[in-house]
Structure formats: structure tokens, C-alpha cells
């Protein structure tokens, strides 16, 4: 046996590892006597002889606080603690696409993990900010709205910004069937059970699914596996791109994820501050953010969904995550029951980085059709009561004539994926007919 092999089967023995005993259970928080535990160690808590993870949040008075990976049913005082020596890793590589994995990086799909893939910590720090290159590609979506108006780039970080039940996640599943990265990493945290199955099955498609690695954690996991489900895709994505591959990330939902580290930071003790969320929500969500983007190998290309509380879009976790984004795309509820589908609002949504990965004329048709838009809803009201005057705008009027072929360029089935060439095409020609 070589030295790293007896130095792995060291590592593995318990009899080495520092153990300790639980004290007591308040809420979502076990507190454990354990010497040498530090803030983010993995514990086992050997709740009846079966090991429950557990992870380090802090420390009270010399006793670490600790938050379970899973149900305490069963836990009492003085069960046996055991140290596991470090932070939480998975196993993560190519040979994981077309996989199901828990909010913990094991399999949800019956099969066991392949072999080639290399362990990696899911918690890391962001990329350094001199070490990223710039953002100079565009990425198609096969999404028109997206494609002309709000266009990606390779390695940018997009917002999603939308109540409930107004298309995100068969919107989500279409961009990850028909955006052109090597790869793409789904987060799904918070969702309940039954649409799991029909994102897999429906949103995200056979074809989506070949190529992509979902994580899952529904609203029935524990609060830290819910907040470790984003972390352990953002290390899938992570490794792929460390290999040279342009990944495409999508998480759903980012303000899910805040409300588990709510969850956890209560737990720790931590005053609630900005309505209930406590200070480290604030602290993990650049954090988190800024962990994918364009690096010195590879990219990460990263949307993520924001629930917005009663179309409040200044509530505390809209409005940090959308000042940390790259941009953003709004999702109109009022859009939504008209039948336009994707519920797109196109004069609320912006790429910060459009300019720089299209072409003057894609950026000139765009603007002169936001124009348009932006017209249109001005004097929306006047024109649906029959009140506005035509003549009196010019531009008013052009926007009227124009609606109906804008409408057509942006309403789009959610199987139908239209190539970026042909997207800038209809975009030029529509602009050019339309332009002041």
C-alpha cells in the first residue's frame, strides 16, 4: 500500500477522529461538546448508531451550534459525536450529465455514481477579480426576447425576476434545451415534489436533460440542504469549467435559497435585521454570485430565478441580487394573462453587457424597437379606451401599426427554439421598417 492510500485509510478511521456529545436540541439547532470543531466542519451525530451530518454554524458559550443535514427524528442527549475533519465535498465531472443528484451531491436516479469524478468542496471562494476575462461572446438562448433584446454573453450572471406562476420554469427549460454551452448544471431548491418530475419530463426534456446536471432539493429538505443544493451546483459548474467548458448554470430559486440561510442563521442566534433576514444573508449572496462568471479556463454562464414578493421589486433580496447581477429580465404577470408567452416585460429588462457581445446594428434595431415598446405602453390605457387621437405622436403611431409584428418577434411556444442568426435577422428587418 503507498503512502497516500494508507494516509486516505487513515482519514476514513473514526478511532483517529475527535469525538464528543450532544448537549441539546433547540429548534433546527444541536448543540455538541466536540474538541477542535471549526465553523463549515461536517459532524456526524450517531443518532442511534446511524450517522446524521451535520455542519458547524457557530459557537455558544463553548459548545458549537451545529444545524442537521437531514430529519433529527430519533436524536437525544449524549449521542455519540464524531468529527469528520473538514467542510462538505462532493464528487463532481462530466461523467455526471444526464444525472439526478440531492441537494447533497448524491444520486436521486436509482444509479450509482460513475467512476472519473474527483472530490471538490462545495463552499469556495469567487474567482479573483483581476484573474476573469472579459465578456465579449453573446450566448444563445433560442429564446427571441431574450436573443434580441437582452442578449447574453458568455460568462455573464442574469436575474430572472418573477411572481409565481407566470412561465419561469418552462422558460428556465427552454433556455437549457436550446442555449449553445457545453454543458448545463440545474439547481432546483424549494420546489414541490410533483414538479420536479415535470421539469425533468417536460420543461427540461429528454434532449435538455442529456446534457445537464440537475440538483434537487425540494421544500421538504432540511433548511441546510437547501442552501447546500445551490453551493453543490455552483461546484458542479465549477469543475466543468476548470476543464475548459462554457457551462450554462441555472438556479431556481435564489430567494429560496436566502430563506434557508434565514433559516440557518436564526438557528445560529443571529438578530433578524433587514425584515427577518439576518446579516449573513447579505454576506452569502455576493459570495455565492460572484462564484460563476468568465475565468482564466472556461466560463460560467449563470441565470438565476428571483421570486418577487407582490411585484415589490425593491424588497431586500430583489433588490441586493439585482445589484450584484449582471442584468436582469422581468416577468410580467399582467403580460402573462394575455396569453403572451414568454411573459417577457422588454422595456423593465436589461443586459448590462449587450453592447459589448452584438453587433451596432443588432444594438440599433433593439434600441429603436424598445423605442417602440416603451411608446406603445406609454399611451397603452388612451388607446384601449379609444381615447388617443392618431396623428398626435408620430412615434405613438408607429408603434401601433408596428405592435402587431413586435408581438409576433416576441410571443414564441416554449418547444419552439429559434436560431440567434435568425432572431438578429427578424430584429433588423422589423427595426428597419419601423425605424424614425
Known amino acids: 500500500m503507498d503512502i497516500d492510500a494508507l494516509r486516505a485509510r487513515l482519514a476514513e478511521s473514526a478511532a483517529l477522529r475527535p469525538t464528543g456529545t450532544v448537549r441539546s436540541v433547540t429548534g433546527l439547532a444541536v448543540r455538541v461538546a466536540l474538541p ?28 458549537a451550534v451545529a444545524v442537521p443535514l437531514g430529519d433529527m427524528a430519533g436524536l437525544g442527549p449524549d449521542d455519540l459525536v464524531v468529527a469528520t475533519g473538514g467542510p462538505l465535498e462532493v464528487l463532481a465531472g462530466a461523467p455526471l450529465l444526464g444525472r439526478v443528484l440531492d441537494g447533497l451531491g448524491r444520486p436521486l436516479d436509482g444509479q450509482p455514481l460513475p467512476d472519473g469524478l474527483r472530490s ?11 484573474a476573469r476575462q472579459p465578456v465579449t461572446r453573446p450566448l444563445a438562448t433560442g429564446v427571441r426576447a431574450i436573443d434580441a433584446f437582452t442578449t447574453l454573453g458568455v460568462g455573464q450572471r442574469m436575474g430572472l425576476f418573477a411572481g409565481s406562476g ?21 439547481a432546483l431548491v424549494g420546489e414541490r415534489g410533483r414538479e ?38 455552483t461546484a458542479q459548474a465549477e469543475c466543468l469549467r476548470d476543464q475548459g467548458a462554457s457551462v450554462m448554470l441555472l438556479v431556481d430559486s435564489i430567494t429560496r435559497v436566502a430563506r434557508a440561510q434565514r433559516e440557518v442563521g436564526l438557528a445560529a442566534g443571529e438578530p433578524p435585521a433587514r425584515r427577518g433576514y439576518p446579516p449573513s444573508v447579505f454576506a452569502l449572496l455576493p459570495r455565492l454570485l460572484e462564484r460563476s462568471g468568465q475565468a482564466e479556463r472556461g466560463s460560467i454562464t449563470a441565470l438565476y430565478t428571483v421570486l418577487v414578493e407582490g411585484g415589490d421589486m425593491d424588497e431586500p433580496i430583489t433588490d441586493e441580487v439585482r445589484g450584484i447581477l449582471d442584468g436582469h429580465i422581468v416577468l410580467e404577470r399582467t403580460i402573462a394573462s394575455r396569453g403572451h408567452y414568454p411573459a417577457i416585460d422588454v422595456t423593465a429588462s436589461l443586459s448590462r453587457v449587450m453592447s459589448t457581445v452584438v453587433d451596432e446594428r443588432h444594438a440599433r434595431a433593439a434600441r429603436c424597437v424598445r423605442a417602440l415598446l416603451a411608446a406603445y405602453e406609454e399611451k397603452r390605457d388612451l388607446i384601449a379606451l379609444g381615447a388617443y387621437v392618431r396623428g398626435s405622436e408620430p412615434l405613438v403611431d408607429q408603434a401601433i401599426e408596428a405592435l402587431p409584428e413586435i408581438d409576433k418577434l416576441l410571443c414564441q411556444s416554449p418547444n419552439e427554439l429559434e436560431p440567434f442568426e435568425r432572431t438578429r435577422e427578424q430584429l433588423g428587418r422589423l427595426a428597419d421598417r419601423y425605424s424614425r
Open 36 to 63: 477542535g470543531a471549526r465553523v463549515g466542519d461536517v459532524i456526524q451525530l450517531m443518532r442511534r448508531g446511524v450517522p446524521l451530518l451535520a455542519e458547524v454554524v457557530g459557537f455558544d458559550q463553548g459548545e
Open 166 to 186: 407566470v412561465g419561469k420554469s418552462s422558460l428556465l427549460g427552454a433556455i437549457a434545451r436550446g442555449n449553445d454551452a457545453d454543458a448545463v448544471v440545474v
Open 196 to 233: 420536479v418530475g415535470d421539469f425533468l419530463e417536460h420543461a427540461l426534456g429528454e434532449r435538455g436533460r442529456s446534457r445537464s446536471i440537475v440538483i434537487v432539493a425540494t421544500s421538504d429538505a432540511p433548511a441546510l440542504e437547501r442552501l447546500r443544493a445551490v453551493q453543490v451546483a
Open 120 to 130: 471538490v468542496l462545495v463552499d469556495r471562494a469567487p474567482p479573483p477579480a483581476l
